[in-house]
């Protein structure tokens, strides 16, 4: 881990080879299911009869390993409590690991069809819609319910499911004042502000929020970040705990679900959703086509899609949480700027990065 003050603390991560080795042998000890046992392609339109097959095959599984970026169960506590009351034949495991370290975790399994996830979920659209395009996600099968809640015309013929997502916040450390509601009326404010960010290298998504400023505001307002008294994070785990240490006052981007829980220990801080410039992210979910527990899996991404699903998963990010569901309370869907992966090319995510955040931000 390298660090400074004002300028950066972060991480990049690679998987051991010890760790994939780990998983080899893992995967050799058994697995309901290959690639060549179970259909990738577009979803499947289950009736009740099928998805009520489903659902017994997923029960005596008895368990389900989720690969995701959401953190541990205590950041969705409502979400994982909902899931397993209605499903509490299935024994959850979460592996748990930022977006980017998921990815390359994922892509190694993969490459050495390792059978690792059984479902994954993570908020990088490219990726969902490379391994679909691959065959490496199993068709989707949407519950009756599903369909009738328009799963069908929101999946576009694509076995990967936009659920929910969020809006970045701005968070704060509740012994200042209440910030303003937007991050420029905060440096107006407090020019010197000891602020936390989160460094751009860590994904396309953070890059985007720090494109979608200088559109609302002009280049100026990264003009005033680089001079205030900053502490660059490498992911926002970390940004999280630099805001509860006391090392930073404010922090944005913030997330809701790595924060709230540092809240709900006690520590003194608060979130805001900002009301300019919203940016966020939004969450995919697909089944991995070698799942070890394929059933349980399809059961899961269901019940992500499900407005039970949602509303769990709503009140676990309140209030920056936005679902397709028109929930009291959350964000009206697709009010949130997320990034575009057709425009966010690893070409132009550098070349932003040098032209605008590198100059700055030394």
Known sequence: MYSFVGRRRG??????????????GLSACGGSSTAADVPSGPPVMANESSWNSTVTKANGEHQLVIYWSMGTEQNVPNFIAAFKKKYPDIKVKIVFQATGDLVNRLDQEMSANVQGADVVVHA??????????????????????????GWQKMLNNKSFATWW?????????????????????????????????????????????????????????LDQLAKSNYTIEGSNSQLSQALAAGSVDYAYPDQINTTAPLIAKGAPLGQIVTNQAVAGAYYNVGVVRNAPDPNAAQVFANFAMSKDGQAAVAKDNSPAATVPSS??????????KAYNPADWTSDKWNAWIAKYWTPRFK
Do not use: C, M
């Not at 490219?126 to 809640?149: G, I, K, M, R, T």
């Not at 107006?188 to 960010?197: E, F, Q, Y």
């Not at 309370?329 to 009010?335: D, E, F, L, Y």
């Open 327 to 336: 929930l009291p309370g959350a964000i009206p869907w697709g009010t949130v």
């Open 165 to 221: 997502g969020f809006a970045y916040v701005l968070g704060y450390r509740t012994a200042q004042p209440k910030p303003p509601t937007n991050l420029k009326a905060l440096l107006d404010s407090n020019p010197k502000a000891r602020i936390g960010l989160v460094d751009p290298h860590a994904s396309q998504a953070s890059g985007n929020v720090y494109e979608t400023l200088p559109k609302r505001y002009g280049d100026g307002i």
């Open 11 to 24: 991480r990049r991560l690679r998987i051991p080879a010890l760790l994939l080795a780990a998983a080899l």
């Open 124 to 149: 990088s659209p490219a990726w969902f819609s490379d391994q679909f395009s691959a065959n490496h996600l199993a068709a989707l099968q949407v519950s009756p319910e599903n369909q009738a809640a």
